[in-house]
Structure formats: structure tokens, C-alpha cells
């Protein structure tokens, strides 16, 4: 094994370094694809967004290292602010913050938005920024709980992506779920995060207390 322009060589590899020999491999999009993109809210983005429960946030650092975090609360989380702007509230977490580091560094964002059952998603790009309170934090109440902090997105692109990988993956057909087939969430926690725990300790602690920890 060698390092070459920090990358780790590995044998046989034919490596893409350029956009023409991408397109050689990958092709060039149609039009109706390439353009799709839009600058603003459309009313069937609006509607998407009401219906979503989950979102996954990428975003990189000023070094180029990447997140990608996963948000989630109740259906239509995701506050419309105006055809340009949305809110993504934040609530307790791991306090690792990765994301939001990254967003201080450098604004720019992607979001993926799912509808449980839905093979296509609703991607928005655009520039994020942390905002501690502000008055819409009162429609982002959960249970009694206001968000600690909201992401707020000025959208740039928005667009409808197709469902081919959702269907490769088989990814909502319940029959193809296989959740025991990696350790559970406290023997990964025991292994690699709190070795000093027993692993009763971390069942518990994952068990069914878990979910009242939420907010």
C-alpha cells in the first residue's frame, strides 16, 4: 500500500480526474433533468415540506471535511418562512454540533427531504446561518419545548429527485428490513463508545427511556 496525493493506492483502480471522462461514463443529462432546478418555493415544494418528518443536512468546513446530519421531528417541521427562506429547528442532542461548526465556517448547505413510503425526495441547496431565538421559534413548539436554535436556509435551488435508488435499495419494503443484522445500539455503544458500561447499564439507558428524553 502507498499514499499518492494523500489518497491511499490501491491496485487496479482506473481513477476519473476529470469532468470530460465522467461524461464519457456517466453521459450527459437531458435537458428537461439539467434544468430543473428552481431559485424559489414552488407550491408542490410548500406541500412536500408539510408532509416531511425528515431531513438530512450536508455540510463542509472551510478545510473541505464534510457532515451530513439527520433531523427529524414531527410532519411539516420544516418552517416556511417565505418562498426563499426556511427554518429547521434544532432540538437536544449530542451536543457535537458538527454541522453547525461547519456552518460558521461556510454557509453553504444541502437538504434532502423524505416522505416515508416516497421513492423521490425534494432536494434544497442554498447559504444556512444559526439563529438563537426569533419570533417564528413559537410555531416550531413540540410538546411544550421551543427549539434550542433554528437553521435557517435561504434557498438557492430547489429541485424533485427521482426514485431509482429507493427502489434498487428496496428501502421501504418492510420484507427486506433487516435490523439485527448489526450489533444493537448498546453493544455498538459498549464496543466502541463506553467500554466502562455494562451493557446492561447501556440497555437501559437505550431502552425504553430512551424516547422520553426527546425534547
Not at 429507493?166 to 445500539?185: I, Y
Request: charged share 25%.
Amino acid at each position: 500500500m502507498s499514499i499518492s496525493g494523500g489518497f491511499v493506492e490501491l491496485a487496479g483502480l482506473v481513477e476519473i480526474t476529470s469532468e470530460a471522462e465522467l461524461r464519457d461514463v456517466v453521459g450527459e443529462p437531458l435537458p428537461r433533468v439539467r434544468d430543473k432546478a428552481r431559485p424559489a418555493l414552488h407550491e408542490v415544494d410548500r406541500q412536500w415540506l408539510a408532509a416531511s418528518p425528515f431531513c438530512l443536512v450536508a455540510t463542509s468546513a472551510a478545510d473541505g471535511s464534510c457532515d451530513v446530519s439527520p433531523k427529524g421531528d414531527p410532519a411539516g417541521f420544516t418552517l416556511v418562512l417565505d418562498e426563499r427562506t426556511i427554518a429547521i429547528p434544532e432540538r437536544p442532542g449530542n451536543r457535537r454540533a458538527d454541522g453547525y461548526r461547519n456552518v460558521l465556517a461556510n454557509p453553504h448547505v444541502g437538504l434532502i427531504y423524505f416522505l416515508p413510503g416516497r421513492g423521490d425526495t425534494l432536494r434544497v441547496n442554498g447559504r444556512a446561518r444559526l439563529v438563537r431565538d426569533a419570533p417564528f421559534f413559537d410555531d416550531m413548539v413540540v410538546k411544550g419545548h421551543r427549539p434550542i436554535l433554528a437553521l435557517v436556509v435561504e434557498v438557492q435551488e430547489v429541485f424533485h429527485h427521482c426514485a431509482k435508488a429507493f427502489l434498487r435499495s428496496g428501502l421501504w419494503k418492510p420484507e427486506t428490513w433487516q435490523p439485527d443484522a448489526a450489533p444493537s445500539r448498546p453493544q455498538i455503544a459498549k464496543l466502541l463508545e463506553r467500554p466502562g458500561d455494562s451493557l446492561a447499564e447501556l440497555e437501559r439507558y437505550y431502552g425504553d427511556q430512551y424516547a422520553k428524553h426527546l425534547y
